[in-house]
């Protein structure tokens, strides 16, 4: 559905995105990983046809898209990550106006406005000023008001921020349904959980480029390892980390150890030599990789630093 | 203290973050201050106005009335037109007949004509007789061109004076004991102060009695202004001016109905700047991320807060006038359609400028600076603040190419002149082109602009 090759956009001497090349497919529920300045809501502003790209192809089902001409942006939805609402207007006459710019009138645009606000439980605040609603109040109308259109193609750019859990979930589960539905979504996040809990595939991006492609499963297989052990990096552990390098990769971040043994290193032996040194095991915890880990393979920084 | 100190020192900092206001800070002040300098003629030698067009008429064929009109051609405060340019560029002495459309024709030129009648120098009683035509549109400028008119006529008229003396003289005692009477009095003359008695009758015989240096007249300069104003007052009652309110004679409320339109001007041109400032503040608000992402183009977005600019703008001029009406009497309901119509205009043409400014300027600082320039330049050129005429002829070429000009010309066509649809159109066009030529370039600015960058 979108074919993204060779995606290149700079901001003066910065290059926001260098050389991006991924695929959506129809259905896809399509995640965006990176840190802060990755260059994610750049990809998104290209892709919603805001900006033009300095070198590339970018087109939807086969289209080119193109800041100029609007008809390929019918198809498309875009929840920028600011909000991008009318402070001053009630949360209906903003809707009303969004759906208006897309054609929407009469009859099936107040029902499409009942529908969304139905949606992210604002139903009663429908007649308030948006101004007057909290962050994450904002944040739900800010999500609805891109889908009035029904668009084939979501993107949405980091749109639970501030919102609060609950809340959040209530977004997941409305995004999940559309999804299930048929909605195309490109989904851009810092948080690997979000990346985790929603996505089909994921895009690891960092520094405008693609580092990693592929479902959950298919990215952990990336990482030599499989199981990851962390311990609290003190002085009584010193002797333990000291031993540990040549058996795979350790890791240290905000005070603890991260061992990520080679495939050939079995724990059995790891807690052998544990247990050698007198170390009670509940210092000692397993888990299995997570995004962040590849991330941290990857970059060798954390996701969030 | 130290608190607000801090506060300030976050302004300073956000200032100097913002270049082009800083820039603007600098150059703003400057070019005004160049600009009004020039406008009033500051380094000019010799100050007061120039080049005030005056249309003037000679029906005498009296030899001084050639003189007069010398006088005024010699006189720098006007611009004497003599010729009727006919359509295909010949040129005719302008009669009496020319001058009433002319003073009426929307946008024109003149507002004031001088007719010298063919009974310049009465045959009948003593006295002379001139008419003045006006469309006095400006107090200021009505005033002026009197006292220059007065002055020029003044100076001039001792020797018509003369002659209108001799030609009464002549109707009482006959041409004969005429002759005979200056024969008798140049004989004196010479015999009791020299010279050729012959010269001094045919001088005598022309009318000069030495009346211009006795009336301080004539090119020299009254000793002092108790002198000027003696013969002035004895000349004005024996020179009978005739004058003839062309155009707005009718109009009820003449003081406020001649000025409102700079009013109005003033009031518009702040649209510039508010305009120009929504644009900015829907950018930072981020929604224009929202309204691209939708089918609509850059030039869409422009073009409705265009047509929203004219609105509102239209809708406070008309306010403006009805509150003319009701406090100063200015006949509005009268020329309602018309007004509407060049308000329209008037509206369009400042509103593209407010969008030429927001599509150039890199934030809504910058475009404030700018809208504060662009605004005092054309009020200043465009005479909403003074009359034209009395600018440097350098700077009057400059007013024709500003929206405030022709809005103000349009609305005194309106509401002074009282002019039709068909004569109002060349001014509507005008305006249309402006906002048509502002608007493209605006549109075209707009689309390349960084405004969602
Ligand atoms: N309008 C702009 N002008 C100049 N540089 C920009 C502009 N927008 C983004 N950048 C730069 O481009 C890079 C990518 O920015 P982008 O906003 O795409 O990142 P992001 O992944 O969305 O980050 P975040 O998670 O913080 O939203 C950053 O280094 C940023 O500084
Ligand atoms: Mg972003």
């Known amino acids: 559905m979108l074919n993204v090759a060779h995606l290149t956009k700079r901001y003066g001497a910065l290059t926001a995105l260098d050389g991006v090349s991924l695929h959506v497919a129809r259905g896809e529920f399509f995640g965006l990983l990176g840190p802060n300045g990755a260059g994610k809501s750049t990809l998104m502003s290209l892709v919603a046809g805001l900006r033009a790209a300095d070198t590339g192809v970018l087109t939807l089902d086969g289209v080119a898209i193109v800041t100029a001409d609007p008809s390929t942006r019918v198809a498309l939805g875009l929840v920028p990550q600011h909000i991008a609402l009318y402070p001053e207007l009630s949360a209906v006459q903003n809707l009303r106006i969004f759906g208006q710019l897309y054609g929407l009138h009469g009859t099936v645009l107040r029902e499409r406005v009942t529908e969304a606000l139905a949606a992210v439980q604002l139903t009663d605040r429908g007649q308030d000023q948006v101004k007057t609603f909290s962050g994450g109040m904002q944040r739900r109308l800010n999500l609805v008001a891109a889908l009035l259109h029904r668009p084939k193609f979501l993107l949405c750019d980091e749109p639970t921020v501030g919102v609060d859990p609950q809340s959040r979930n209530a977004i997941f589960e409305y995004l999940e349904r559309l999804n299930r539905e048929g909605l195309t979504i490109i989904y851009s996040t810092h948080y690997m959980e979000e990346a985790t809990r929603l996505c089909s595939r994921i895009g690891i991006i960092d520094h405008g480029k693609i580092l990693a492609l592929g479902t959950l499963d298919e990215l952990l297989t990336k990482l030599p390892f499989e199981e990851e052990i962390r311990f609290p990096a003190t002085p009584t552990t010193a002797g333990l980390a000291a031993q540990l390098p040549s058996h795979g990769e350790l890791l240290t971040l905000d005070g603890i150890h991260r061992f990520r043994p080679r495939p050939d290193y079995k724990l059995s032996a790891f807690f052998t030599l544990v247990e050698s040194l007198g170390l009670p095991a509940r210092l000692f915890t397993s888990q299995r990789p997570t995004l962040e880990a590849l991330f941290l393979h990857l970059t060798g920084r954390n996701l969030r630093e | ?453």
């Open chain 2, 1 to 453: 203290m130290r608190t607000i100190l801090v506060l300030v020192r976050k302004d300073f900092q956000n200032f100097f973050r913002n270049k082009a206001a800083v820039s603007l800070t600098f150059i703003v002040p400057f070019a005004m201050i160049w600009l009004f300098g020039n406008i009033f003629g500051v380094n000019k030698k010799d100050s007061g106005p120039s080049g005030i067009p005056l249309a003037v008429v000679n029906a005498s064929d009296n030899p001084a009335a050639v003189k007069l009109v010398e006088a005024l051609q010699a006189e720098k405060s006007f611009r004497v037109w003599t010729k009727f340019v006919n359509p295909d560029k010949s040129t005719r002495p302008l009669t009496e007949d020319d001058l009433r459309p002319m003073l009426r024709e929307a946008g024109a030129d003149v507002h004031f004509a001088l007719v010298i009648p063919a009974d310049l120098v009465s045959a009948t009683g003593f006295g002379l007789h001139l008419k003045i035509l006006s469309n006095p549109r400006n107090e200021i400028e009505t005033q002026t061109v009197n006292g220059i008119l007065q002055k020029t006529i003044f100076t001039t008229i001792p020797q018509l004076l003369g002659q209108s003396l001799q030609s009464s003289a002549k109707r009482l005692i006959g041409d004969d004991r005429f002759k005979q009477f200056n024969g008798a009095i140049a004989g004196a003359v010479s015999s009791a102060f020299g010279g050729d008695k012959e010269q001094i009758q045919q001088s005598i015989e022309a009318g000069d009695f030495g009346l211009g240096t006795a009336l301080g007249g004539a090119g020299k300069t009254p000793a002092n202004a108790a002198d000027a104003t003696a013969s002035t007052d004895v000349l004005s009652r024996i020179v009978r001016i005739e004058n003839e309110q062309v155009v707005g004679a009718q109009v009820k409320s003449p003081f406020a109905t001649s000025i409102v339109g700079g009013w109005a001007m003033q009031f518009l041109l702040f649209a510039v700047s508010a305009s120009a400032a929504s644009l900015f503040r829907e950018r930072d608000a981020g929604i224009f991320q929202r309204v691209l992402a939708a089918p609509v183009t850059r030039a869409q977005i422009l073009w409705g807060k265009f047509l929203y600019g004219v609105s509102i703008g239209l809708v406070q001029l008309i306010v403006l006038f009805f509150a003319g009406r009701i406090l100063f009497g200015i006949e509005v309901e009268k020329h309602l359609g018309l007004l509407i119509l060049v308000c329209t205009f008037a509206a369009a043409a400042c509103t593209s400028f407010g969008m030429l400014l927001a599509a150039v300027a890199p934030n809504a600082e910058a475009a404030n600076g700018m809208a504060t320039f662009l605004i005092m330049l054309m009020s200043a050129l465009g005479g909403a603040w003074f009359p034209i005429s009395i600018m440097p002829a350098f700077i009057q070429q400059f007013s024709k190419l500003t929206l405030v000009y022709w809005s103000m010309e349009g609305f005194s066509a309106v509401l002074w002149a009282g002019n039709s649809f068909v004569q109002v159109l060349p001014i509507l066009g005008i305006l249309g082109g402006i906002t048509a030529v502002v608007m493209t370039i605006a549109v075209w600015r707009f689309n390349r602009g960084k405004i969602f960058e």
